[in-house]
């Protein structure tokens, strides 16, 4: 004798569970972007005119130790695990003029701070901007070269170099790891669109006055690139690779040099070289924007976990300026070495 009921419930039931089961990993599949973190373990500063990494006490900003480095340290990327650090030596030069390009990424061990190894990019030169994708793989562009390496950080492998048209000095990584966007200065153009699955450039997104800084939105529909020139923000759908909107840098008279999003996905914030740093609502980018005054050359930042502290690195004057988000003002400057121009807290 069966008893009818109670089944096309239970089968309700695990269908629901299964459907909230999707959802709930569809949400939380990009996670936290790996490229724009924060942590309260450590904070590194990439001292480029020092030819120092820089480790410092993330809540009192003294400095804990120092690894000489070849010319010159530029960015930085930290492994998944938040064990390893991997930092590019560009050479002894600066973009345009660099006469003795390099050609490898050090490898720093965080628990001891010393560097533990190098990965050689060799034929490929003058290694600058570095992400790295949940796998650990790691994505660097060697600009005098034209090209994005693939590279494999346990064996030390290039698993693909990619061509990208142009310079490709900074590039942002979508957080689902789908695709690369490079900004080329003022050597090319446009922004390159690299397929990260099928190792190849895609396509060209038109920037007829060069561009800058650039960086993905959380939920990666959204890439965020400055003019080169004017002092815009270009809006880059993801979806159509185009350009859907342009957004002005309020009191600034050229372009900006930097942009990030800050880790919680809630504000934009950009540097110009003349020490301007704009702050703008993420969800509003044509709102009403807040503009502080930094160091000499500001040219990268660090986020602090607590959501407000925002370190702003001066590349001009060796300096570090604290910004507060919550007070909107610069609360205290440290010095942090000859020229810092990246880091983290980790």
């Known amino acids: 004798m069966s008893i009818p009921g109670p089944r096309p419930i239970l089968i309700l039931c695990a269908t629901a569970a299964v459907a909230l089961v999707a959802l709930l990993s569809a949400a939380s599949a990009i996670g936290p972007d790996l490229n724009n973190i924060t942590g309260s373990r450590g904070l590194i500063l990439i001292d480029k005119l020092g030819h120092h990494i ?11 130790s120092s690894i000489d480095a070849e010319v010159n340290p530029h960015d930085v990327a930290i492994s998944p695990d938040r064990r390893t650090a991997y930092v590019p030596i560009y050479g002894d030069g600066v973009y345009g003029k660099n006469p003795h390009p390099g050609h490898s990424i050090d490898i720093v061990d965080l628990a001891s701070r010393r560097i533990t190894g190098t990965i050689d990019l060799s034929p490929y030169q003058a290694p600058h901007d570095i992400k790295i994708d949940p796998s650990g793989t790691l994505y ?6 034209r090209k994005l390496l693939v590279i494999d950080p346990r064996t030390r492998e290039i698993k ?11 590039f942002t990584v979508l957080p689902d790891g789908s695709k690369a966007y490079t900004a080329n200065k003022n050597d090319r153009p446009f922004v390159s669109v690299i397929d990260l699955k099928a190792r190849k450039m895609i396509g060209r997104v038109p920037a007829p006055n060069g561009t800058e800084g650039i960086a993905s939105s959380p939920d990666g529909k959204h890439v965020l690139v ?3 020139r004017d002092p815009v923000i270009l809006v880059i759908d993801t979806a159509t690779d185009s350009v859907v909107d342009k957004v002005p840098l309020e009191e600034n008279p050229r372009g900006a040099y ?22 703008l609502d993420a969800s ?14 500001p040219m990268g930042f660090a986020f602090a976990p607590d959501n407000r502290t925002v370190l702003i690195a001066n590349h001009g004057d060796g300096t570090v300026s604290v910004l507060d988000l919550k007070e909107q003002r610069i609360t205290g400057n440290f010095m942090a070495g000859t020229g810092i121009e990246s880091g983290t807290y980790y």
């Open 258 to 279: 930097v942009i990030r999003y800050t880790p919680d996905g809630t504000k934009v914030l950009a540097c110009a070289m003349n020490g301007n740093i704009n702050e």
């Open 54 to 64: 820089r480790f410092f006490d993330p809540a009192t900003h003294q400095e804990l």
């Open 140 to 145: 660097v562009v060697c600009d005098l070269s």
């Open 160 to 170: 693909a170099a990619i061509d990208t048209d142009g310079t490709a000095h900074w």
């Open 226 to 228: 400055i003019d080169d």
């Open 284 to 297: 509003n980018l044509h709102a009403s924007q807040h503009v502080f005054k930094a160091g000499k050359n």
